[in-house]
């Protein structure tokens, strides 16, 4: 399996504004989780969670806020190292008087290798990530046979992974590598109506971006 020495992040825009900061400082306490190599126990976690999500990637939040606040049932991990985004999104929470998400700044490969047990999650949201367009930089991508297996193993059966990008090559390639696996079954779906257009997204469609939404389930 991949070990996560390559990062399938880029440190972009970490300048982080004052709010940003004063989230960071006042609420980490009670929406952080700092990376520990203890496995989370989901059920003191979440208590009245009946599904478990982790988000990869959340930016700057906004689809996290929109999708927990229509599944209140479901407790969302998000996991991000964007700076901005993790004090937005902490405001956000708290804004928002959110029980059901918590936040990591950590990468997501370490996260899921360390602290998420087997079969534990419902599913995952990976939604726009890095595309790396270069031919260079694809082994950069997050999504690859070693990702694959590391998500399998962290899922239920009938669990889903949900990838949506505006890089068309990048669905490709997601598509391929899916289809070359015996673990999943899935593939290219409507985009679901509550999964919201954040402001990454949107910047893609006004470039006339195709945007793919990819469902696959553990078999
Ligand atoms: C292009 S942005 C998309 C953000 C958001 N999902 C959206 O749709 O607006 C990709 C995000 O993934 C994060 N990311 C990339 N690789 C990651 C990893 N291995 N672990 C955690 N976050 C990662 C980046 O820091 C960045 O915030």
């Known amino acids: 399996m991949d070990t996560p020495t390559i990062k399938s992040f880029k440190l972009r825009g970490t300048r982080i504004t004052a709010a940003q900061e004063v989230a960071r400082e006042q609420l980490w306490d009670k929406y952080g989780i700092d990376f520990g190599a203890e496995r989370f126990h989901f059920?003191?976690?979440f208590p009245n969670a009946m599904e478990i999500f982790i988000e990869i990637g959340f930016g700057m939040g906004e689809a996290t806020i929109d999708i927990a606040k229509k599944?209140?049932?479901?407790?969302?991990?998000?996991?991000?190292?964007?700076?901005p985004g993790i004090g937005k999104l902490l405001a956000s929470i708290e804004e928002s008087e959110l029980s059901n998400v918590r936040v990591m700044d950590e990468d997501a490969h370490v996260v899921l290798m360390a602290m998420i047990p087997d079969e534990s999650?419902?599913?995952?949201?990976?939604?726009?990530?890095d595309p790396w367009p270069k031919t260079r930089?694809?082994?950069?991508r997050i999504v690859n046979?070693?990702?694959?297996?590391?998500?399998h193993s962290k899922l239920k059966i009938g669990g889903t992974f949900h990838v949506a990008t505006d890089w068309h090559p990048y669905s490709e390639w997601i598509e391929e590598r899916?289809?070359?696996s015996p673990l999943f079954i899935g593939g290219e779906v409507e985009r679901p109506d509550w999964r919201p257009i954040t402001r990454f997204e949107g910047q893609g469609i006004r470039k006339k971006h195709r945007v793919t939404d990819l469902i696959y389930r553990k078999v």
Not at 71 to 83: E, K, M, S, T, W
């Open 137 to 140: 930089h694809h082994k950069r």
């Open 145 to 151: 046979e070693g990702f694959i297996e590391l998500i």
């Open 43 to 45: 059920d003191s976690l």
């Open 71 to 83: 599944f209140p049932q479901r407790g969302f991990l998000a996991v991000d190292v964007h700076q």
């Open 178 to 180: 899916f289809s070359n």
């Open 121 to 129: 999650l419902d599913g995952i949201h990976l939604f726009f990530p």
